[in-house]
């Protein structure tokens, strides 16, 4: 005679094999989850691991992967911050500019290799270099690319100087000859580094170029599209470089810099005032006349999530930062 046993105890069956667990010679490999990519520059970006699960195993190495292909492995490009099962950061270099990559954490033991979630990230493009050899980070916002530091060149492009002007009178006396000028806030030039140059408009509006090859002075059009890419009223929150010391003053504080702009309260020099309003307020120049000797300028300030692009009075002979656009 023949039994015919129901289709339902066999899964049950099936089902109770090895109590439901997976199989006893499975490997145990490590758990762990990747850190956020951060830092990420043109041939540099920053991620790490965290929450380490050894499974029992002494972790022998743990560090980061990442390939132009999803799903990397050790056997591609890795860094090695040795063994343990603690949270750690690793920095992955030698990258290509402007590329796509995939990146996640592993960890390995005598059980094998264990890898965390895949990010995706992509490379900047290359810094600019001026003619003195500056270099300077983009970023790419909307369709267009900026320097992300104020302009601090000597020379023109074409390899003429500017004259450091430091007496204020002298200053005045450029402006009113229309011969180009440059000076560093207060004559110091301690404050190049983070501030950049201030030039007067003789300078910004020069035939030999101030900007690097490829590059030039934002016209007004250009400044408003890229205020375009934020909120209204929300522009200079995200232009503007987080913080306070000692790029803004103690008021900066819900810039969150999401554009990566990176804008710094550079303050400007008026001939019958002097320097003025250094960490409390960004100028920069245009190359765009809005009457007489009144020139449009995108102005941000440490009190205000807004930016502005306008001057009530902006005579030729103010010294104002520079950010150049790409061509």
């Known amino acids: 005679m023949k039994y015919l046993i129901p289709f339902s105890l066999i899964l049950f069956i099936l089902g109770c094999d090895n109590g439901g667990d997976a199989p006893a010679n499975m490997p145990m490999v490590p758990e762990i989850e990747t850190t956020e990519i951060d830092s990420i520059s043109y041939n540099e970006a920053l991620s790490g691991g965290k929450n380490i699960d050894d499974k029992g195993f002494l972790i ?12 990397p492995t050790v056997n591609g490009e890795r860094t090695n911050e040795g063994p343990g099962a603690s949270t750690f950061e690793s920095k992955l270099i030698g990258l290509k500019p402007e590329t796509q990559y995939f990146a996640r954490a592993y960890a390995s033991s005598d059980q094998g290799v264990g890898y965390g ?34 302009l601090r060149t000597t020379r023109f492009a074409n390899g003429d100087p500017i004259d450091n002007v430091i007496p204020g009178d002298d200053w005045k006396k450029y ?38 090859e490829g590059w030039h002075i934002p ?10 890419n934020y909120p209204t009223r929300e522009e200079g ?30 303050g400007f020099r008026l001939s019958d005032i002097g320097f003025f309003a250094l960490t409390e307020e960004g100028a920069h120049w245009s190359n765009t006349v809005k009457s007489g000797d009144n020139v449009y300028a995108l102005i941000l300030t440490s009190q205000s999530d807004s930016a502005i692009i ?5 005579s030729n002979d103010l010294g104002l930062a520079v950010r150049c656009v790409e061509d």
């Open 60 to 71: 022998n190495e743990k560090g980061v992967c990442w390939d132009t292909v999803p799903s």
């Open 117 to 150: 979630n895949t990010l995706v990230f992509t490379t900047t493009k290359e810094p600019v270099v001026d003619i003195d050899g500056n270099t300077y980070p983009v970023v790419t916002i909307g369709a267009q690319t900026w320097m992300t530091k104020n």
């Open 175 to 212: 402006g009113q000859a229309m011969n180009p000028a440059r000076c560093a806030y207060e004559n110091n030039s301690n404050n190049v580094s983070n501030f950049g140059m201030l030039y007067n408009y003789y300078a910004i509006s020069s035939h030999k170029g101030l900007c690097p």
């Open 219 to 228: 016209s007004k059009l250009e400044f408003e599209e890229l205020l375009s």
């Open 237 to 266: 929150k995200a232009l503007k470089i987080e913080g306070t010391a000692p790029y803004w003053d103690f008021n900066n504080v819900s810039a969150t810099n999401s554009s990566g702009f990176s804008a710094v309260g550079s």
């Open 310 to 314: 306008d001057f009530s009075r902006l």
